[in-house]
């Protein structure tokens, strides 16, 4: 068996900023699938450096930069932890107080606010430092038994046109005062939705299920059954491409086209979450780190691995 630190790290969330940098957040190796912290590392022009460690497990990150205020690093915990960083600035803690049992998932900047998703169908949005919840008709009361919804993504275009999914193939959408269920066209598990640039509503989730939403409301299925039963975990744009993490590959959406990137010339792919700048995607999973600049890619191994 090969020699580990005891430091070694596996990476899970990542945060792209401007220029060729990037906010990573880990866990210990040895703590294996059952983490109780989390270590935040940066890498800035391919030097690694320590930013700092929470005893939270951090399920989402996120970069906003408010009206008039400086940018910040925004991260979310399993269990209603809620922080920003701003630039220069000490942290800002804006708890979330979950009203049911389970975790937050996911973490979304839609205008100057900021939304989040989890278990039993929870959701709630930041707006002038207060955490609302606004999941009447979509949050199922916990019975002490299964989880009954589970919420894994959350993106949107507007205040009033904001779209969550989650386990099962749930869809729900947003309109500023509702929810309304979308009547979905699988039973899979959606791990993450995105909405793009270019008008659409992109979901991807388990068993090659990958699915745009047109604007004019009808469905495109991405897959066409030539992604066999491969897992895809996370999405971002760059370079105006929707890139989706599939484990072993990462696919770029070009249209109703689906394509492979390029296999990354050392080191083993393992995309699980995907962010992106103008400049570069950042793939982490596992030990390894990469960035592709659209050409090739880039390994950025971990000084603690």
Same mark, same amino acid.
């Given at each position: ?7 070694? +790290? ?17 866990? +210990? ?82 205008? &100057? ?84 640039? &270019? ?22 299925? +991405? ?37 492979? +990137? ?24 596992? &030990? ?18």
């Amino acid at each position: 068996m090969a020699y580990r630190k005891a430091t070694a +790290l596996y990476f899970t969330t990542v945060c792209a900023y401007p220029g060729d940098m990037a906010a990573l957040g880990g866990h +210990l190796q040895s703590e294996d699938s059952d983490p109780i912290g989390t270590r935040f590392m940066l890498i800035n022009q391919g030097a690694w450096g320590f930013l700092f460690d929470i005893r939270e497990v951090i399920y989402a990150m996120v970069l906003r930069t408010p009206t008039g205020e400086k940018r910040r690093l925004c991260i979310l915990g399993r269990d209603g932890l809620y922080r920003e960083y701003p630039s220069g600035g000490s942290p800002i803690d804006i708890p979330i107080k979950p009203t049911e049992a389970g975790y937050l998932e996911d973490l979304a900047v839609v205008g &100057d606010e900021v939304y989040a998703c989890g278990a039993q169908g929870q959701v709630y949005r930041l707006n002038g430092g207060t955490w609302k919840a606004i999941d009447r008709g979509l949050r199922i009361p916990f019975d002490g038994d299964d989880v009954k919804r589970l919420l894994l993504s959350i993106s949107g275009f507007s205040t009033n046109d904001v779209y969550t999914c989650g386990f099962e193939g749930e869809i729900w959408h947003w309109d500023g005062k509702k929810w309304r269920e979308l009547d979905s066209p699988t039973n899979f598990p959606l791990n993450c939705v995105l909405c793009a640039s &270019d008008g659409r509503t992109y979901f991807c989730g388990a068993n090659g299920t990958l699915l745009a939403l047109e604007a004019d409301g009808t469905w495109t299925d +991405l897959a066409r059954g030539k992604l066999g039963k491969i897992s895809m975990w996370d999405m971002a744009q760059f370079k105006g491409l929707i890139h989706v993490a599939a484990g072993s590959s990462v696919l770029a959406i070009n249209g109703a086209a689906v394509q492979k +990137l390029p296999t990354p010339s050392e080191g083993k792919l393992d995309a699980m979450a995907l962010a992106a700048s103008d400049d570069k995607l950042w793939c982490v999973g596992g &030990d390894d780190v990469f960035s592709f600049d659209g050409k090739a890619w880039t390994r950025h191994v971990c000084p603690e691995n």
